[in-house]
C-alpha cells in the first residue's frame, strides 16, 4: 500500500487526546462556498479537494459534474468509485472519507508537510488509524483515453505497397483472375507508448482488412494476400485476394484503370500506473492508401476456316 502523505494516528496522540470523528454520510457533490472556499468531490481522481468559489451566499458553488463509473486498483482490478461515503483515490490506493479537521496547532500538520490552508486530511478505509494529506489543486491524472489519442496521433500507419499480376506495365484482360497483395511486413500489429507522471498508455493498432478499389469496383481481403511467383506457381493455384475485370481501360483518363488500397486498423489500448481504466479501444480507423495503376484489355478470337470449306 502506498504511504505517501500518511500519518498514523498513534503518533500524533501525544498531543491530542481524542479521535478526530469521520463525517458520516455521502459527501456532496459541491459543497456551500465559505470564506471563498468549497469542498467538493473530484470527478477524475475520486479525491475530496478544496476549491476556490464564489462566496455570493449558501449553496453558492458550481456542482461538480457526475464522476467516473468504475475506477482501478493499481493491480489492474476494475471496482466502483464509491463505496459508502467514500471515493476510490489510485494515488492513495483505498477510499478516501471526508474526517473533521485537527486544529491549525495539532502537530499533524507538520508532520505530513502541510498546513489548513495548504490542504485537508482524509482517512482510508483500509485503515482508519491512518490520516492521508492531500494538498489543495493536487494534480489528477490523466485521461487514458486522451495519451492513447496521443499515442496513435504519434504513429505512422503503413501506406501499402501495391503489388499485381498481371504486373504493371503488363496489361490484364477481361474475365482474367487478377492477383492483388502487400508485402506481408506490412500486415503487422503496430504499437506505441506515451508516458505523463505516473501514467503509462500503450495503443495496438491491429489491420482488421484491407480494402482495394479497382477502378470499376472493390474488393475487401482480410490478409496481405499471396505472392505470385512467375514461373513457381503450379496449376490452379488460388489466392484470397483477386478481382476480375469485366470492361477494358481503353476509355479511362491515360488509358488505365486506377488502383488504390488502404488498410482499417483496430485501435485499442492498456494503461499501466496510475489509472483512471485498465483498457479500452479507439474503434477502427482507415490508414492512407497506396496507388497504381493497371491496363486492362480484352482478347479477340479469330474463327479460320479450313481451306476447303472457304473455296466451296
Not at 6 to 18: G, P
Not at 113 to 133: H, K, M, N, V
Not at 162 to 180: C, D, F, H, I, R
Not at 224 to 239: D, E, K, N
Request: one cysteine or more; hydrophobic letters at 35%.
Amino acid at each position: 500500500m502506498r504511504s505517501r502523505g500518511r500519518v498514523t494516528l498513534a503518533a500524533a496522540l501525544f498531543a491530542t487526546a481524542a479521535l478526530v470523528t469521520m463525517v458520516s454520510g455521502t459527501p456532496p457533490a459541491a459543497a456551500a462556498c465559505v470564506d471563498g472556499q468549497e469542498t467538493y468531490l473530484d470527478p477524475v481522481t475520486g479525491e475530496i479537494k478544496t476549491r476556490v468559489c464564489d462566496s455570493g451566499g449558501p449553496g453558492g458553488g458550481t456542482a461538480e459534474p457526475s464522476g467516473p463509473t468504475a475506477c482501478v486498483r493499481s493491480t489492474g482490478e476494475v471496482i466502483p468509485c464509491s463505496s459508502g461515503s467514500g471515493r476510490w483515490s489510485f494515488t492513495h490506493d483505498c477510499y478516501l472519507f471526508a474526517t473533521e479537521q485537527p486544529g491549525a496547532s495539532d502537530p499533524r500538520w507538520a508532520t505530513a508537510g502541510g498546513s489548513p490552508e495548504a490542504g485537508r486530511f482524509y482517512t482510508c478505509d483500509d485503515d482508519p488509524q491512518l490520516w492521508i494529506y492531500i494538498a489543495n489543486g493536487e494534480e489528477a491524472p490523466p485521461d487514458p483515453a486522451i495519451l492513447a489519442q496521443e499515442a496513435l496521433g504519434a504513429v505512422q500507419l503503413t501506406t501499402p505497397t501495391l503489388q499485381l499480376a498481371p504486373a504493371p506495365p503488363a496489361k490484364s484482360y477481361v474475365g482474367l483472375e487478377t492477383w492483388m497483395w502487400m508485402p506481408q511486413g506490412q500486415w503487422a500489429p503496430l504499437i506505441n507508448t506515451v508516458t505523463a507522471g505516473a501514467t503509462s498508455v500503450t495503443v495496438t493498432i491491429e489491420p482488421r482488412w484491407v480494402t482495394w478499389n479497382m477502378g470499376p469496383g472493390s474488393k475487401v481481403c482480410y490478409d496481405a494476400g499471396r505472392v505470385w511467383q512467375v514461373g513457381q506457381m503450379p496449376p490452379g493455384s488460388t489466392t484470397s485476394c483477386s478481382y476480375t475485370y469485366s470492361r477494358v481501360s481503353d476509355f479511362q483518363p491515360d488509358g488505365v484503370w486506377p488502383v488504390s488500397a488502404a488498410i482499417t486498423w483496430r485501435v485499442s489500448w492498456t494503461c499501466a500506473g496510475n489509472c483512471l481504466a485498465a483498457a479500452g479501444s479507439l474503434g477502427e480507423i482507415e490508414g492512407p492508401a497506396g496507388t497504381a495503376g493497371l491496363v486492362v484489355a480484352e482478347r479477340q478470337s479469330v474463327n479460320v476456316l479450313p481451306d476447303e470449306t472457304r473455296n466451296r
